[in-house]
Nanobody, 129 residues
Framework: QVQLVESGGGLVQAGDSLRLSCAAS????????MAWFRQAPAKDREFVAA????????YHADSVKGRFTISRDYAKNTVYLQMNVLKPEDTAVYYC??????????????????????WGQGTQVTVSS
C-alpha cells in the first residue's frame, strides 16, 4: 500500500525559509517520480517541483525556480522541498505525489496532476507579509 505523509508546514513571514518533508512507503522507488504540488484557496492545484527517485533528475516550476529545491534521501525514503525567500503568494496547501516512471518524461506529463496516482494528505504553508 502506497503511503505518503507530508510534514513541515507552518506560519512564517515573507523572506523566511521552510523545509517540507514527504515520508514515502510502499513504492518501488527505483521506478517512480516524486513531486510537490500546491493548492491555494479557490485555485487549481499547481505543480511545484519533481524528482526522479533513481537518478535525482529535477524539474522546478518557473514560479519557484531559484527559491525552492526538491531533493531526496535514499536512507530515509523521504523527499524534501526546501523553500527559501518565501512570498505571500506561496501560501497554499502543499501536497506530495508519486507516479510510475523511470524518468521525468515530457514536461507536460510531469506537471499534470492527473499523471500522479498517489497523494499525501497535504501540509499548510502560510506566508504573512
Amino acid at each position: 500500500q502506497v503511503q505518503l505523509v507530508e510534514s513541515g508546514g507552518g506560519l512564517v513571514q515573507a523572506g523566511d525559509s521552510l523545509r517540507l518533508s514527504c515520508a514515502a512507503s510502499g513504492l518501488p522507488f527505483s521506478s517512480y517520480v516524486m513531486a510537490w504540488f500546491r493548492q491555494a484557496p479557490a485555485k487549481d492545484r499547481e505543480f511545484v517541483a519533481a524528482i526522479t527517485w533513481r537518478g535525482g533528475d529535477t524539474y522546478h516550476a518557473d514560479s519557484v525556480k531559484g527559491r525552492f529545491t526538491i531533493s531526496r534521501d535514499y536512507a530515509k525514503n523521504t523527499v524534501y522541498l526546501q523553500m527559501n525567500v518565501l512570498k505571500p503568494e506561496d501560501t497554499a496547501v502543499y501536497y506530495c505525489a508519486a507516479r510510475r516512471g523511470p524518468g521525468l518524461g515530457p514536461i507536460a506529463t510531469t506537471t499534470m496532476t492527473s499523471s500522479y496516482d498517489s497523494w499525501g494528505q497535504g501540509t499548510q504553508v502560510t506566508v504573512s507579509s
